[in-house]
Every structure is written in structure tokens, then in C-alpha cells.
């Protein structure tokens, strides 16, 4: 077999490797990185490097332009290797953090009022045996099963390490240990032996949510219920893809799968080496921990391949995952602590879903709520206390700043708010940060495109008017553009624009996400307007604003009072089950309740789609109030 | 720290060790070998080395002769290191196998009539899932749950590797998978998933039997119960000690549990490996294992310290261990395949002889039956179906060889037989292997007793008779002893001869197996007479002489046809355990069942064991048909 030589630059290692390897392949053997935010497909344009010698043949030029390749770039991704070359990995965008939960530590309230006498999953308890003699020669084991069952528990599974560490604690103690007991493993009196000690134990517990970008978590005192404090990070994955669906291919490829697995728990020691700074806890007293996110995230955190997930009729392996132990899943905490993922309704409703569920209250109330969960696939649930519809739309990563010519993460830089004026068409702004801009973010997309529509610099099918008397609308490289900031205020010195193809995977986007509610109602034979309570999970849609987002028709058109938001919804309701056996009992119930409606098969949901392709929709009746603005500026 | 060099011969290693080491400690920490019978307590002699140099002291020299001495011996156990030494590590005594069930593999019968259906603990099946679509988008797992649930199996545990490979089996299987299930879970319908293959999978069970001396192990298939093969092997961890307590002691110092623990691992894998030659069947492909062994055994196989076993009041950790997983306790077969330590009663009666009275039958029959374990501690069970005593004495380990000054196992060169002429005195004897004698084993040594006893050579308190006209009996170095072997026929070219201080050990351990079983009988207001049937399991036992051992007074006096020798019950009840729930549920049952009684503290077994410190005992009527024999010759 023909090998060459690859030296990457800037660290000048040096890597043999066969003909036919993938720059990026020879990348990471050589243990260097590189972003492959659409997971290797070629399609994101983000891992170009630059080459030099004629050592590496470009598959696919599709997004560099010719100048590019005059440089010398070409996708890491797509260079196939057949002779010596150097490669130089240009410096990856360093990103600046805006993580609310990390940021702004403010003290999480209990959600419930806490009993940990009836509650409580992990208990610790001093307890004292009685000492054995001639006469009362039991093993330490049925002493210890004897005094368990005077506290109400019937059988105990003695892990094996406990077993091993048993005979000398009994005796330290002078038969007088404490014990820490795991008590909601499955039904009756039967509970697990998680750690015994001639010491107090303190029971501790972890709330984690493992979101596609963010992962945050909640160190939790589990004799009080509190949230000891919190930390949040972006999730070290997405060097290997932005979205679900890159990272289920980059999982698909060689050693991808336990790849991810592995930066997840980077991800998540690195949070909790965070914590344990701040509170001097250490990792090996985290006694449980409770997980919540959705189906692909928790396939990759388990190390399942999550491959039938991408594949129609899109199975997942497993909703309801079964609890395992800390040392089985490498997680740096008590090896004998539960690990336990919450349960999914299908592939693309999740954990995080059913989480968000039981943390927004919805089936506590007997007002008709719409429970949704913006992102990339606009997870939607409407019910009752009664009754629950749900569905995935695949909306795309737009509101994430992807698919976008200017678009970024809520991160420093990012256009977060716009407004447009309605004579001069000139923009004002906020960035993120207060810095330069960058680019616009999710938040500053939806308030971009409204404030474009009801200002007229946009038509009811996205169409830029070049007419206007502004040079902020011209002819652009890529077409029909709107000048948001020029060059001379930007980060970069170029400028930042957003153009007639951007408008048209924003609106595809919003349409997804409005036919997904249409369809849930109409399934139950009801209308949008019924609608009572819009409660909005995760963290993305406590910055949107609810008057833009109607106007360019992304949500229904309602009045303000009756939308809430609620922020990480996830996390919380994987707090709620960490805390409380029956808020456990009720994920599961909500998990196995709703009913969840397929889209992608559903000739419904593609007439809704379509009907809401327009600005805010085509029957502009359903959005009265946007009706009335914007009549009162044509 | 003061270090010194040691060179140890003949291997020529050389180590550093710190003033006050013990030359048995250096020769380990250099990863050599060295003989210690009792553990390290300078007792048994074994471990002499010699030493050349002032660089160690002898902290005793108990066990060596004046001569020993001054050609530089020093015990390894006893010798503290304060200078440079050498040492030279004698040859060990290389063990030449009398291993009965290896040698002679005669086919193991089923022991009762096997039906898969209701009995198997591990089952194999091929399963046929419905084929996911849009409409019936379930998961695998609720896919696999529905199909177990029409085989009757209600609650499936899958364990992470089966979930990591389950998308990908089902997909290649074409959704028609083989799995193969433990089915003994606990109550109800509760089953785990051990394997899952697109390709067909054979049920394996291991039976094993850990005793002090000897493992051994039977390949069992699953479907058809029978044994395909069996092998056994002397305990590797008779290098650190010949009797448990010796083990239990080497166990608390420093490494030692950790080395006794992977010491008998040693044991097993290379039974396996054997098995693996001769059958081809690969060890992981074993699903199951049961182990029996007694208290000891059982807690170092477990890894769990053992060191309150030999301390008053003589409590284990644990009689009744939970199943752990093989790859919990590293045994290289199926890393999923549980690991089933039976139940014991007591510190000193173990798993063994709960599963020796589950294969003896004892809890069948009416008939008042007494079931004994004729080894170092002779644990005894007496009862009928209804009902169970039983006790352990601490016979010690004479008949084991130890503590006899020619004293051996049953191994290449041991006199196993022994006939005295009644005029003459003259010795005849058998030597395992027909070779030159080396020394002479358990079951030689009842016999020698017994003919010595009824022929007059020494009289009932055990006192030679030096008055005898013959040669035989002498003063010697050791006091009176009879000569069983001159020097010119004998290996060593040194004389084989029983000393009174021999006559006395043996005398107590058989006086203490006696006593053990009058204390059952009276506890319960028997009389040894009314014993209908005596089960004499271990593989001792099988060649003990009935007639020679009623006349020393080690077995009751009743009826030959009473006795049945039933070899190796131990391992037996473990194979009966591995094949079938109920059997495995009536070995719970006996342990629980069992009435111990502890004969430490009781002052009856001191009068009992005093009583019985005469030929054959005391109370001649207790023995009339031996008082026939004795008086016709004197």
C-alpha cells in the first residue's frame, strides 16, 4: 500500500497515511482538530484548509469560490490524498460564550415543595447493627438486611465493591455505619446499596440536560432538594457537526461514534471539574444522576449507534433507555451512582421533550397548551391534563444562524434585535457583547425578517424590492440583499447583509415549525386559536420577541399575555425526576402518553407547510393583528 | 531508609528491599515463588531457603534442626533481611497429579431427568420482530419487549453492550434475531439479555467447585444438560497456604487477598483453556456459571476480605452472595454471564455442603441419613427431609498429611494402603503410582492406625508398644514410632515411619470428627446407632477404608451397607444448580434451612471430643463390632 507524508501546519506534525485518506481523516489520526459543523458532507464549507504541493485532489469545489481555490483552500473533508502535502489548518473561530445558566447563576427554586421523606431516590441513613456473638453468628450481610427491613425496606442488592469494603466498615464503625441507599429502583421495598462508610455521607445528585449546542448542569443536594449550584457549556461535539443529523453521520463513519461519545464526556467532565471548584464537592460523592435530552443525543451519550434515527421510518433503538451504572458508562462520578436517561417519545421528540413536559406543568392544567421547544426541529406538544398530541418538523438549523449567508450563534458579535425605520429603511441594532457585529443570530433573524415585512423592504413572499428608494437594498453577489450593517462598522470590515435566498430558508423554516402547530390541532379537531397557554421551552426562545415572531408568522397569532417563557425546560424536568421517585413516575407516563404524529409521510403537513410559506401565512386571516400593521403600512 | 541488595539463586534476580523485609517478602516483590503452606506463620517448614551471608536473621528456628542451621536454612517466613544476602530458593517439591475426575472422565450422568422447558436457567431462541414502518415506528427495544412478552417473559433487563448492538443485529438479521435469555432473574417473569446475534447461539453453563486443595469445573450444554467435558487442578493458591486458615491470614497481609483472588482466577482460566482445547467450544461463549466452595473459598474467589471467618465469633461477610457478572469479577468467559456463588450456612460450613446435601438427596428421604465432608474441618449434616442439624469441627489438617511427620497428599509416591501381619508386624503396603514411597497420604494413615491398633502394635490411648519383638518399633529421634519403610526401599533413601506425636495428631483429628457427629445426634435426642444411612461426600472420601475407619474410630460403628461414598458432591450440586431454577431454589432453601451449631463454645463437643481421644473411643460399646476384633487379639 502507497503511503504519503502529510505535514500539517501550524504544529508541523507529521503523519504517513495511504492513498485515498480524507484530509480530514489524517487530521484527526494525527490527534489535531478541525470543525466539521455538517459532520463531513461537504455541505457547511467550515473545515477548508490550505494545501500546498499537488498532493491532495478536491472532490468538490461546491463551496469555494474559484478564488478560493487559487488560494489554495479546499475542504478538509472532501481532499482526497495521493501524494506528499502540506496541509495548514487555519486558527478555528474561537467562540465566545453567552451561556445564560452559567452566566447569570441565579439561585433555581424548588420545583415543588420537597418532602424528602416520601420523595427522595438516594437516602443516606446512620444505622447501627447488632453486634454478633456465639450465639447470633449471622453473616454481615443478613444483619444488615435485618436492620433494613425495621426501615421499611424489604431487599437490598449489595453492588459488589460494598460487598468488598462491608466486614471492614461494619467493624470500624462499631456496627454503627452510614449507608447510602439508592430507593426508587423499580417497584416494591427492593433498594441498592450505593456506598457505606464509617463517615457521614452527604447525598448528592446531578441533573444533566445534553442539548445538541448547550449542556447544562445542576448539582443538587438531595437531603434539602437544592441546586447547589450550576454550570453550562457548549457540547464538545460540535467540531463533528451543528446538528443532529451531521453528527448521526459523522457517528456512522469509523471510529465517529465513540468519538462523540468520548466529547460528551468531555463536555461533562469539564462542567463538573468546574463545579467541584466551586463547591469543594468532590465527583466521587455525586450518588445519581438523572439525563435529559434528545433521542440522538442520548444515543450518542450511551454509545448506541444512532444511525436507523436518520433512516426512514426513522426507529430509534431505545425511548426508554434502562438505568446503568456510572462505571459502565465511564462518567466520572461515584462508580456505583444510577445513570438514568430520561425516556423519548420517538426520534425526533426526546427526553428532552417529555422533560420539558413535566417541568412546564402542562398536564397539570385543564387549559389547551401548546408546548414548544424552538430549534432546529421545532418539537411541538399540545394538550391537556388530559390529552397530548406531539410532533418534530424538521425546520432546519436557520434559527441557529446556519443556511444563512451572515449568520452565527447567539455568541459575541451576534445581532441579537433590529430595528428597521419606516421611511428611511435604516436599521439600528444591539450585538451581543456591545462589540462590532459579526453576524445575526437566531433572535435577530426573526426580528430582521419582521421588521423587513412590515416595513415593506421585504414582499409577502420574501421578495426583496430593489426599488426603494435606499442603498441599503441592491443586487448582491448572491442576489437580491438587504445592507444590515456596512463594512466599515462590521468585525470583519465586509458587509453584513441578508439576502433573498437567507429569506427564503428563514421562511421555509417558520413554515415547518407553524404547519407542525396546524397539524396537532387540527389532528384533535381544534384550531390554533383555541389555544389558551404557548408555553416556549429552551434556552434560544427566551430571546425571541414575541410581537416579531408572530409578524413574520413563526408563532400564532395570540395574544402576548398567554405566551410564557420558560427557559431550559430540560434540564429542569431532568431535576424534577432526580429529585422526586413519583416526578420519575411521571416523565415515564408522559413519555408512553402522547401520541406522536409522523410529518415527514403526511400530506397534511405539506399543504400546511406550503400555506405558510407566505408572510405571515397565505390566509392572512389567521393573523389578525399583523393583518392590521401591515395594511396600515401598504 | 536503609536498603539492602538480595540475589536470589537460582535465578540470579536481584532486589533492593528495606531493612526489616522478611526474605519471603523479597522473594515475592521480585516475583518469585516460594512455598508457604501455613501462610507465613513459620509453622509448616516448607519454606526453607538457604542463606549465604550475614544479611538475615532468623526469628525462629522452631522447625529446624541444629543441622539445618548451620547449613545456612533459614525459614523465608522468619528470616529478616539486615545486610546483603543470597539466597538460594530450594527446587519445590514438584507435585505429581492424582486427580480422579480429570484422569479418569468417566461420563457424568444427568442427575435427574432434565426438561428445558420448565427447568433451564439460560435459554436460547430465535425470535421474529415486525419490521418498523412510518405507521408502527416504535423502538427496537419495545419491538423486542412486545415479542418476548408472547413468549411469556413480561420485563426484559438489556444490558448496555446488547442495547450498543441491537440496531445493528436487528437490521442484519433481517428483524429474525437469535438472543439467548438468563430466565432464573428473580420472581416473576423478569428476564436479561445475555447475547443477540444474526447467527445461532448454543446455551453454555460452567459448574464449578473451589475447594481448599482441588478446583474443578464441568462444561455443561444448556439445551441438552449434559456435561461435554470436565477437568480439574490442584488450587494454585496452596503456594500461600494449605488450609483456610493459613489462607485467610496470608490474605490480610499487604497484597494478599488480591493475589489469593487472582490465584485461583489462575485455576479456573487454565481449566478453561483445557476445556476450550479439547471441545473447541471458546469460553466466551459461556453464559452461566455457578460456584461452589466453602466460606473461605468463596470470599477470596469474591475478593472480599475473609479475615472475620477466623476471628471469634467466626462471622462471615456474606453465606448467600448476590450474582455478579463476569466481567465484574474478571473470569474470561461471556463478560454478560452471570456468576452464581451458591449459599452457604456458616463461616465453617460453606456452599459446599449446601450443594453436597442438594446432590446427596438427602432432603428426600425419610430415612435419618448423616451426610460428611471427611477434609480439614469435617463438616457434618444430619436429618431427614424434614428437618437438619449441622456442625463443623476443626479436625485439623493430619489426615491431609500435614502435621505427620511423613506425612503427604494423595499424590505420586504416597502410601494410600496399609496391612500390618498380626504375628510378625511386618508392613505390606499400596503406593499411589507403584513407585518407590515417599511418604504416606490421608486415607494410608487410617488404614496404618487401624492395623496397628487391632494388632496390638499400639494400645487404645495410641502408646507404641516398644516392647515388641520386632525391629519395627524403636525410639526415635522424635520418640517411640513404628517403621512403615525402611530406608532401601524408599525414595529418599530415609525411613517412612509413624511417631507418636503423629498417633497423637490424628487421634484428635478423628476424635474430633466423632464428636461432631455425637453432638448432632444428641441435640436433637438421637443416638449415632439410629443413623440409617451415612453419604460421605469429597473426593477424600472415596478412598477411605469403612472397615479401618470404624476401627480407629473416625466413622460410627454401623452396618457397612450404610455407607455410600458419593465423591465429589460439591461440585455436583453446582452442576444441579446450573441446570435447573428449582434445584437451584432448593439449595437456597437447604442453606437457610440448615440448624448450625457452633461447636467452639461447647463444653458437650469438649466432653464429647475428650471421650473420643481413645481407640476407638472411650465407651468400647459404642464400637462392638470393632471391641469383637480388638479383644480376639489381645
Known amino acids: 500500500m502507497t503511503t504519503h507524508k502529510v505535514t500539517l501546519l501550524p504544529s508541523e506534525k507529521e503523519i504517513e497515511v495511504p492513498t485515498g485518506t480524507l484530509i480530514s481523516e489524517a487530521i484527526q489520526n494525527a490527534d489535531l482538530e478541525i470543525a466539521q459543523p455538517c459532520g463531513g458532507q461537504g455541505r457547511c464549507g467550515r473545515c477548508a484548509v490550505i494545501i500546498d504541493g499537488k498532493g491532495a485532489r478536491r472532490r468538490s469545489t461546491i463551496r469555494l469560490s474559484s478564488s478560493d ?23 478555528q473561530e474561537r ?3 453567552r451561556l445564560v445558566t452559567d452566566k447569570s447563576a441565579k439561585k433555581i427554586q424548588l420545583p415543588f ?61 462499631n456496627w454503627a455505619p452510614w449507608i447510602l441507599l439508592e430507593i426508587d429502583e423499580g417497584e416494591g421495598q427492593r433498594v441498592r446499596m450505593i456506598d457505606l462508610s464509617s463517615k457521614p455521607i452527604r447525598p448528592i445528585g446531578l441533573a444533566i440536560d445534553i442539548g445538541t449546542t448547550t449542556v447544562t448542569i445542576y448539582l443538587v443536594d438531595l437531603e434539602s432538594g437544592e441546586v447547589i449550584n450550576q454550570a453550562a457549556e457548549y457540547n464538545n461535539q460540535i467540531a463533528h457537526g451543528e446538528d443532529v443529523i451531521s453528527r448521526i453521520i459523522f457517528a456512522g463513519k469509523g471510529e465517529g461514534l465513540n468519538i462523540l461519545g468520548q466529547r460528551i464526556r468531555e463536555t461533562i467532565h469539564t462542567l463538573l471539574e468546574r463545579l467541584q471548584k466551586r463547591t469543594g464537592i468532590e465527583l466521587e460523592n455525586i450518588h445519581k444522576v438523572t439525563i435529559s435530552g434528545n433521542t440522538t443525543m442520548i444515543h450518542l451519550f450511551l454509545k448506541i449507534p444512532p444511525e436507523s434515527i436518520r433512516l426512514t421510518p426513522y426507529i430509534p433503538v431505545v425511548n426508554q433507555p434502562f438505568r446503568y451504572l456510572a462505571s459502565d458508562l465511564e462518567l466520572h462520578v461515584h462508580p456505583l451512582a444510577s445513570i438514568d436517561c430520561l425516556p423519548g417519545v420517538a426520534s425526533y421528540v426526546g427526553a428532552d421533550i417529555s422533560a420539558g413536559v413535566l417541568a412546564c406543568g402542562l398536564t397539570e392544567s385543564e387549559e389547551l397548551t401548546l408546548f414548544i421547544d424552538v430549534g432546529t426541529n421545532g418539537e411541538t406538544v399540545l394538550g391537556t391534563k388530559d390529552w397530548m398530541v406531539t410532533c418534530a418538523c424538521s425546520a432546519g438549523p436557520a434559527f441557529e444562524g446556519a443556511g444563512v449567508v451572515d449568520g452565527m450563534r ?23 457583547g456591545d462589540v462590532a457585529p459579526k453576524g445575526i443570530c437566531g433572535s435577530g433573524l426573526i426580528s430582521l425578517l419582521a421588521e423587513l415585512f412590515v416595513t415593506g423592504v421585504i414582499d409577502r413572499v420574501g421578495n426583496v424590492k430593489l426599488d426603494l428608494d435606499t442603498a441599503r437594498v441592491r443586487q448582491g453577489s448572491h442576489g437580491p440583499e438587504y445592507v444590515l450593517a456596512w463594512g ?6 465586509k458587509d453584513i447583509a441578508i439576502t433573498k435566498v437567507d429569506i427564503e430558508n428563514l421562511m421555509r423554516a417558520k413554515a415547518a415549525i407553524y404547519a407542525g402547530f396546524s397539524v396537532l390541532a387540527s389532528s384533535v379537531g381544534l384550531d390554533l386559536s383555541d389555544v389558551q397557554r404557548v408555553l416556549v421551552g429552551g434556552s434560544f426562545g427566551q430571546y425571541i420577541n414575541v410581537e416579531k415572531a408572530i409578524q413574520i408568522g413563526l408563532l400564532p397569532d395570540l395574544p402576548w399575555d398567554r405566551f410564557t417563557f420558560l427557559g431550559n425546560t430540560s434540564v429542569l424536568g431532568s431535576y424534577m425526576a432526580l429529585l422526586s ?11 408512553e402518553r402522547m401520541t ?11 399543504n400546511a407547510f406550503t400555506a405558510a410559506l407566505f408572510l405571515p401565512h397565505t390566509e392572512i386571516n389567521r393573523f389578525p393583528s399583523v393583518a392590521e400593521v401591515w395594511e396600515k403600512q401598504t
Open 69 to 91: 481555490v487559487e488560494a489554495g483552500y479546499a475542504l478538509a473533508c472532501q481532499a482526497v490524498i495521493e501524494g506528499d502535502v502540506k496541509v495548514t489548518i487555519p486558527e
Open 113 to 173: 415543595p420537597y418532602d424528602p421523606e416520601s420523595m427522595q431516590t438516594v437516602r443516606a441513613f446512620h444505622i447501627t447493627l447488632p453486634e454478633p456473638t456465639l450465639d447470633d453468628n449471622r453473616d454481615d450481610v443478613s444483619r444488615m438486611e435485618t436492620t433494613l427491613s425495621t426501615l421499611g425496606y424489604g431487599s437490598v442488592e449489595i453492588p459488589l465493591p460494598m460487598l468488598r469494603k462491608m466486614g471492614g466498615v461494619l467493624r470500624q464503625s
Open 95 to 97: 467562540v465566545i460564550r
Open 581 to 591: 421517585k413519583s416526578a420519575r413516575e411521571q416523565v415515564r407516563q408522559i413519555a
Open 488 to 493: 466599515e462598522e462590521t468585525e470583519s470590515g
Open 596 to 606: 406522536y404524529i409522523e410529518l415527514s409521510a403526511d400530506n397534511e403537513f405539506f
Open 410 to 432: 447567539a455568541t459575541q458579535g451576534a445581532i441579537e434585535e433590529v430595528w428597521v425605520h419606516s421611511q428611511t429603511f435604516e436599521p439600528s441594532f444591539r450585538v451581543i
